[in-house]
């Protein structure tokens, strides 16, 4: 028996979770198997092949899959589920729209988001926008599991390459067809993955980029929003940190004029460094920041960013 | 058309939980509850489909504890047509045993389009529309944050990681709601006060021939650990000269 892991990629790379997805597997002491699904994925593929842990990849591969969608997906990894004990990805949005859908086919329960294996059928995750956490087991004879990334270490490289296996693709679900996307084009690391986050508040207002965008490029990291200030439309969505948004736990977190919300919390307060800028001194944010600084952040921010130059 | 809304009767978000002494579970008692804000986003999107003359007639189904119902005056008082709740005793229910409960509603419904939250604020698994998908053999859409019904299609956009996706589902099918579909009517306390001399009609767990077992044991609930305040710096310079201290800065 084996674990099976889907891999979440855009096409070109291997996101950093699904190495932090193999990072997990571990804890099963078997043979892992990382299934590629996508459309001229040779590269993704082989990106694969070269982690430690990684005993076979498997691919699948066809122009109908360019835009995976759950259906599809789904399908595929139910014809090979007879092979796997464990079925593993790395809780995206990827994950989190095919995993169910394949747990329903197998009729066996699914664990979302977990933080910690503790042995092979038993999972601590987080309840109640991680206010709260379950340890649950699974009596179920193929385990369904998505993994919180930011909570296990990446797959090193190794120093062999595993055997890539291409398979035939089923044919497509025609009752769901790919519309369109619309992706923010950025430079910047990928949010749930960066090594510096840099996070503001809906007091920013329309200078939100204009004062966060330096900063975040002099510390090479990601941008990251408050709910209210996404919902205010100052900052995209994908910026969202937080329990409906982006989980993150870089090594640094810079949050501005950030009050500490609940929901914003639910989705930082695993990084290793927080920094809490804000005017207000009882803003909740000081409670968990390792660094405070009460002061205006239209003042601070550019000093910051300047003083970094330095 | 008809639409299924499924919803779930949740703490209130902004309610603090804890654990029980023991960390056998959440302490419930005496907290107070509401519909599962996704849930509710639901609720919304398919009176607007209705207010848009796509819909005919919309049903909610809730699961469960005697106390569901709560959820389902709420769907009413927002202006649903018909409320059902699955009665299943105090057995915990999992996404799973959700989904086959609401299989079983969906096959007497018949609707063509079932429309849940993303998640449930408790338990936050955000399974059960996909997993409901699965066992009907429809097609599904998560994360909705825009729903158009345009003939037999559904043509709804998702947030993905990193921006959004459109994509186009053949009716009948599952759509997951997310925050950003739309923002939920105020409920006005007449129409509350109305709802609740609403009939609900109710169909037994045991009759529907689901499985509703649980099939994940849940060992222990505890407090994160929390993490200690730090010290407050007091300029910039400071602030820079401590994190260059800590290693952060590369």
Request: proline fraction near 4%; charged fraction near 20%; charge should be negative.
């Given at each position: 028996m084996s674990v099976l892991i889907l891999a979440d990629h855009d096409g070109r790379q291997l996101k950093a979770a699904t190495r932090r997805a193999i990072g997990a597997a571990k804890a099963w002491s078997a043979p892992i198997h990382v299934l590629v699904v996508g459309s001229a994925t040779?590269?993704?593929?082989?990106?694969?092949?070269?982690?430690?842990?990684?005993?076979?990849?498997?691919?699948?591969?066809?122009?109908?899959?360019?835009?995976?969608?759950?259906?599809?997906?789904?399908?595929?990894?139910?014809?090979?589920?007879?092979?796997?004990?464990?079925?593993?990805?790395?809780?995206?949005?990827?994950?989190?729209?095919?995993?169910?859908?394949?747990a329903g086919l197998l009729d066996v329960a699914m664990i979302a988001d977990a933080v910690e294996i503790t042995a092979p059928s038993t999972y601590v995750r987080p309840i109640y926008a991680g206010n709260l956490l379950a340890t649950v087991e699974s009596s179920d004879a193929i385990q369904v599991v998505t993994v919180r990334a930011t909570s296990f270490p990446a797959a090193a490289e190794a120093a062999s390459a595993a055997a890539i296996e291409s398979l035939a693709a089923p044919a497509a679900d025609t009752r769901v067809r790919w519309v369109?996307?619309?992706?923010?084009?950025?430079?910047?690391?990928?949010?749930?993955?960066?090594?510096?986050?840099?996070?503001?508040?809906?007091?920013?207002?329309?200078?939100?980029?204009?004062?966060?965008?330096?900063?975040?490029?002099?510390?090479?990291?990601?941008?990251?929003?408050?709910?209210?200030?996404?919902?205010?439309?100052?900052?995209?969505?994908?910026?969202?940190?937080?329990?409906?948004?982006?989980?993150?736990?870089?090594?640094?977190?810079?949050?501005?004029?950030?009050?500490?919300?609940?929901?914003?919390?639910?989705?930082m307060k695993d990084s290793q460094v927080i920094v809490a800028i804000n005017h207000d001194p009882d803003a909740a944010i000081f409670q968990v920041a390792d660094f405070g600084l009460v002061a205006d952040l239209f003042d601070a921010v550019p000093q910051l960013t300047k003083a970094l130059e330095q | 058309m008809k639409v299924l809304v499924a919803v779930k009767r949740v703490v209130d978000h902004n309610v603090p939980v804890r654990a029980k002494p023991d960390g056998s579970d959440v302490e419930l008692d005496g907290v107070r509850m509401n519909i599962n804000p996704f849930d509710e986003i639901a609720v919304e999107e398919a009176l607007r489909l209705k207010e848009k003359g796509v819909v005919t007639e919309i049903v909610a189904v809730s699961l469960g504890s005697a106390a569901s119902p709560e959820a389902l005056r709420h769907a009413l008082a927002m202006g649903v047509d018909r409320a059902l709740v699955v009665e299943t005793g105090g057995v915990f229910l999992q996404p799973l045993?959700?989904?086959?409960?609401?299989?079983?509603?969906?096959?007497?419904?018949?609707?063509?389009?079932?429309?849940?939250?993303?998640?449930?604020?408790?338990?936050?698994?955000?399974?059960?529309?996909?997993?409901l998908a699965a066992l009907l053999d429809w097609p599904q859409a998560t994360f909705a944050s825009e729903l158009k019904v345009e003939g037999n299609e559904a043509v709804v956009t998702r947030e993905v990681d990193g921006g959004v996706e459109t994509i186009a589902l053949t009716l009948p099918a599952v759509v997951t709601c997310d925050l950003r579909l739309n923002a939920p009517r105020f409920v006005k306390l007449p129409n509350l006060m109305m709802a609740k001399k609403k009939p609900i009609e109710t169909l037994a767990g045991s009759e529907t021939g689901a499985d509703f077992a649980p099939r994940i044991k849940r060992l222990k609930v505890a407090a994160p650990a929390q993490r200690k305040a730090g010290i407050k710096v007091g300029s910039v310079a400071e602030l820079v000269e401590k994190l260059r201290a800590s290693g952060v800065l590369s």
């Open positions: 040779a590269s993704v593929a082989e990106q694969a092949a070269k982690l430690d842990g990684v005993a076979k990849v498997l691919r699948v591969d066809a122009a109908h899959l360019a835009h995976p969608l759950a259906a599809d997906v789904a399908n595929i990894i139910k014809s090979l589920a007879g092979d796997f004990q464990v079925i593993l990805a790395p809780h995206t949005t990827l994950a989190k729209d095919v995993l169910p859908r394949v369109s996307e619309s992706r923010n084009a950025s430079d910047r690391p990928e949010l749930a993955s960066a090594r510096v986050v840099v996070a503001g508040g809906r007091s920013f207002g329309e200078r939100f980029e204009e004062l966060l965008g330096p900063l975040a490029d002099k510390l090479g990291g990601a941008i990251g929003a408050t709910r209210a200030a996404v919902d205010a439309g100052f900052a995209p969505n994908e910026q969202q940190v937080g329990q409906t948004g982006t989980v993150v736990a870089p090594e640094l977190y810079i949050a501005a004029g950030i009050s500490g919300a609940q929901q914003h919390l639910a989705g | 045993a959700v989904a086959k409960l609401l299989k079983a509603v969906v096959e007497c419904e018949q609707p063509g389009l079932v429309l849940v939250g993303k998640q449930a604020i408790d338990n936050d698994a955000g399974q059960a529309g996909q997993m």
